[in-house]
């Protein structure tokens, strides 16, 4: 049987064949993302949507981990989490007052167990998330989508990654939103967490 697909946080954009969630407006379900526990069933759901919500939501750390916490305790081992943000350097993401926090790649990073594991043996910076909360999210697709302003200074059709990457790490507005694709791991049923 397949699990739930859920479009968290879905505003005027609901998906069908998705459980539509919102906090306003006339959703499936009407239910605030930072309330505590979330009303699904450990293990229930393949997938959820999170497309301009993420950023939305935790302006508390800790209420911002906890639904981290909650995302995986609902979903199934091997559901994805697919994430789309404005990119923090571009007006969109500053231009709206109730963007309350960044969301890039290496925020990502911080919920894998097996990266944590690294930063660990390799004495790095990064905290271990996926650690400390009992969490393991794999990335396994980020893309940058280039803005009007991209193809403005650069009209041609095919987008050089590395260049843009560069530059978007250097000028504002040239990336206007980072697509993100997690992938939750979680050991099969009886095994041994290690």
């Given at each position: 049987m397949d699990g739930l697909r859920l479009n968290l946080g879905s505003g005027m954009n609901p998906r069908p064949g998705y459980v539509n969630v919102d906090r306003f407006g006339t959703p499936d379900l009407r239910h605030d993302l930072e309330t505590?526990?979330?009303p699904w069933t450990d293990d229930s759901v393949q997938e959820i949507v999170l497309n301009h919500?993420?950023?939305h939501l935790g302006q508390d750390p800790n209420v911002f981990l906890e639904i981290f916490k909650e995302m995986y305790r609902v979903c199934r081992g091997g559901a994805t989490v697919q994430i789309?943000?404005?990119h923090f350097r571009h007006d969109?993401?500053?231009g709206d007052p109730t963007h309350v926090r960044a969301i890039t790649p290496n925020t990502l990073h911080l919920f894998s167990q097996r990266l944590n594991r690294e930063f660990i043996r390799g004495q790095f910076a990064n905290t271990p998330l996926g650690l400390y909360l009992g969490v393991d999210f794999e990335l396994i697709e980020t893309r940058f989508?280039?803005?009007e302003t991209w193809f403005r200074l650069h009209p041609e059709p095919q987008v050089d990654l590395e260049?843009?990457?560069?530059q978007g790490s250097i000028y504002n507005n040239l990336i206007e939103e980072i697509q993100m694709m997690l992938q939750?791991?979680?050991p099969p049923s009886g095994a041994a967490v290690p």
């Open positions: 505590f526990p979330w919500v993420l950023e789309v943000v404005p969109y993401f500053y989508k280039p803005s260049k843009l990457l560069f939750v791991v979680k």
